[in-house]
C-alpha cells in the first residue's frame, strides 16, 4: 500500500467504498483543484434523452470562465467498475445524445436555473464580460469534453476509452485520497494532471493558499487566530504569504507568530526566550530557524498543528512568544 508523506506526517491510502456517499462530495469539494480556480461545479444528476435516444445521467456539470472557455460533462466512478461494461455503456450515451439540439438548449437551460442557486450570474459577467445566458448559449454550442473523475486509473480503462469518439476528447483524472495515520479525519489527496496550468495558479499569497486549504485547515486558522487576538493588544495582517501577529505595546508593534499554510498542515513561527522557553511535548523540536520573521531577539521556532485537539497546547507556546516579545524593543 502507497504510504504519502507531507512534513513528516504519513498519510496511507483510504479507499472509498460507496461512490455516491463517499466519492461524489469529495470531488464537489475540492473540483477546483482538477479544474482551477475559475470553474462552476454543478453537482446535479438530470437525464438527458432525445425522444427516440437512450437515456443519460452525468454525475455532474463544470464551466470554466477563463480563456480557452471549456464546460464538462462529469462521470465520478470507482476503479471497481469494469471499464467495457460500466463506464464504455454510459460515456456512449453522453456521446451519442449531447450533439442534438434539444439536448443542448436543456443543458443550458439547466446551468442557467442552477446559477441562481450558486449566485454566479455575477461571476460570469465579471469574468467574461457577458451576460450569463448568451455565455452559456455559446459554451453548450461546441461539443463538451468529457471528464472520468476516478480514484485509480487500473490497466484496461484508459483502452477502452480509446474505443470511443468524442468530438472534444475525454480526460482521465486519478483523484487518490490518503488519511493520516494519527488522526483519520485529516486528509490529502493525489491529483494526476489536473485541467488547468499549475503555474497560473500559484499561492502567491495568504488569500489563495488559504482558499485552497481544506476545511479543517480552514476551522484550525480561524480557531487559532481568535485566541491569539484575545492574549490582548494584538494586530492580525497578511504579509504576502503568510498570516502575522504583532504585539502592540506603547505604540511599538512586534511580531510574535507567523502562520504558513502547506498542503496537510498549519504551521506556526514564534519566537522563543532561550533561557524560559519550555516544549516538553518537543512539538517544535530542535531545529533554530534563522531569523525569518524575528530577526533581532530571540530563537526562531515552529511547530506543525493538524487538528483542534493540538490548539490548547500550541497557544502556550505562542503565549509564550506574546509574553516575551516587545519588551526589548521599547
Not at 136 to 142: H, P, T
Not at 168 to 185: L, V
Not at 309 to 315: K, L, N, R, T
Request: charged share 30%; with cysteine.
Amino acid at each position: 500500500m502507497p504510504i504519502l508523506v507531507i512534513d513528516d506526517f504519513k498519510y496511507k491510502l483510504w479507499k472509498p467504498e460507496d461512490e455516491e456517499k463517499e466519492f461524489h462530495p469529495i470531488i464537489k469539494e475540492h473540483y477546483k483543484h482538477i479544474f482551477g480556480e475559475d470553474s462552476i461545479y454543478f453537482d446535479m444528476k438530470h437525464k438527458l434523452k432525445s425522444k427516440p435516444g437512450s437515456a443519460a445521467i452525468p454525475d455532474a456539470f463544470v464551466i470554466t470562465l477563463s480563456k480557452p472557455y471549456t464546460w464538462y460533462i462529469v462521470e465520478n466512478e470507482l476503479a471497481d467498475h469494469p471499464p467495457y461494461e460500466h463506464i464504455v455503456p454510459q460515456l456512449t450515451k453522453f456521446i451519442n445524445n449531447i450533439e442534438k439540439l434539444e439536448i443542448k438548449n436543456k443543458i443550458r437551460d439547466i446551468l442557467y436555473n442552477e446559477l441562481s442557486n450558486y449566485n454566479n450570474k455575477e461571476l460570469i459577467k465579471r469574468k467574461t464580460g457577458q451576460d450569463s445566458f448568451q455565455f452559456l448559449d455559446n459554451l453548450v454550442s461546441d461539443p463538451p469534453k468529457i471528464c472520468i473523475i476516478i480514484n485509480e486509473i487500473k490497466p484496461g480503462l484508459e483502452d477502452a476509452v480509446k474505443t470511443l469518439k468524442a468530438p472534444s476528447g475525454i480526460e482521465i483524472i486519478e483523484f487518490k485520497t490518503f488519511e493520516s495515520s494519527n488522526a483519520p479525519n485529516v486528509r490529502a489527496y493525489l491529483i494526476t494532471e489536473p485541467l488547468y496550468k499549475l503555474e497560473e495558479h500559484e499561492n502567491k499569497n495568504w488569500e489563495s493558499s488559504l482558499a485552497r486549504a481544506n476545511n479543517n485547515l480552514k476551522e484550525l486558522v480561524d480557531i487559532l487566530s481568535k485566541q491569539i487576538e484575545e492574549l490582548g493588544d494584538v494586530k492580525k495582517e497578511v504579509s504576502g504569504k503568510y498570516l502575522c501577529f504583532y504585539k502592540i505595546q506603547q505604540g511599538v508593534r512586534s511580531i510574535f507568530t507567523a502562520f504558513i499554510l502547506t498542503t496537510g498542515a498549519l504551521k506556526v513561527r514564534i519566537r522563543t526566550n532561550p533561557n524560559t522557553f519550555s516544549d516538553p511535548q518537543k512539538l517544535t523540536g530542535d531545529k533554530i530557524y534563522k531569523g525569518w520573521f524575528f530577526k533581532k531577539i530571540g530563537q526562531e521556532r515552529e511547530f506543525k498543528i493538524t487538528s483542534k485537539e493540538s490548539i490548547p497546547y500550541a497557544m502556550e507556546l505562542i503565549r509564550h512568544s506574546y509574553e516575551f516579545s516587545g519588551k526589548q524593543e521599547l
